[in-house]
T-cell receptor, first 118, second 111 residues
Framework: GAVVSQHPSRVICKSGTSVKIECRSL??????MFWYRQFPKKSLMLMAT?????????EQGVEKDKFLINHASLTLSTLTVTSAHPEDSSFYIC??????????????FGPGTRLTVL | QKEVEQDPGPLSVPEGAIVSLNCTYS??????FMWYRQYSRKGPELLMY????GNKEDGRFTAQVDKSSKYISLFIRDSQPSDSATYLC???????????FGAGTRLFVKA
């Protein structure tokens, strides 16, 4: 159990277009989902925390109008990169916490989405 | 000072070696400590977690916490090429709502 999927796994788009990435918890309900960005050979950078039915909480320095997050249900969160530019190219990873939150805050990660903006 | 510090490596060892991966942290209030493993182009997966000080063993992996020195370690015995990955230490914070990740150490185990 505790499987998280992401779609698409890879996307290439032109500069100025918008890209939507979906994150789904397949076999559990997720109270909270997180969106991370990871640069090559670097660690995870938390972008935002998303709770079902409420507005996402963005980390300092992350543009909320640029990275739109919607957590419409307990199993789905989406990240939309609006008006993408080459500097937005990165590996985006989502994670989810179960409703029966473990004391050590275990997060289950998706496989990631590789975004390349030309 | 970062809340969690981890040497990014890379660390290259021969097959069968004992590997030691380490992190230091700054907040003495932290209680849970986790290790995630991330293969190339994949999302991280939880490998082990420990609570407070002491050791925890799972097969070839041992997680160790020394709260007095704010130092956490992951040992891998009889390392295999399949252990080649990035290992990230992680600590829940913010009342458990967030997790702070170390930079990750890239490990290469050569056959």
């Amino acid at each position: 159990g505790a499987v998280v999927s992401q779609h698409p796994s890879r996307v290439i788009c032109k500069s100025g277009t918008s890209v939507k990435i979906e994150c789904r918890s397949l076999d559990f309900q997720a109270t909270t989902m997180f969106w991370y960005r990871q640069f090559p050979k670097k660690s995870l950078m938390l972008m935002a925390t998303s709770n079902e039915g409420s507005k996402a909480t963005y980390e300092q320095g992350v543009e909320k109008d640029k990275f739109l997050i919607n957590h419409a249900s307990l199993t789905l969160s989406t990240l939309t990169v609006t008006s993408a530019h080459p500097e937005d190219s990165s590996f985006y990873i989502c994670s989810a916490k179960r409703m029966d939150r473990s004391p050590y805050n275990e997060q289950f990660f998706g496989p990631g989405t590789r975004l390349t903006v030309l | 000072q970062k809340e969690v510090e981890q040497d990014p490596g890379p660390l290259s060892v021969p097959e069968g070696a004992i590997v030691s991966l380490n992190c230091t942290y700054s907040n003495s209030a932290f209680q849970y400590f986790m290790w995630y493993r991330q293969y190339s182009r994949k999302g991280p997966e939880l490998l082990m977690y420990t609570y407070s000080s002491g050791n925890k063993e799972d097969g070839r992996f041992t997680a160790q916490v020394d709260k007095s020195s704010k130092y956490i370690s992951l040992f891998i015995r009889d390392s295999q090429p399949s252990d080649s990955a990035t290992y990230l230490c992680a600590i829940p914070s913010g009342g458990g709502f967030k997790t702070i990740f170390g930079a990750g150490t890239r490990l290469f185990v050569k056959a």
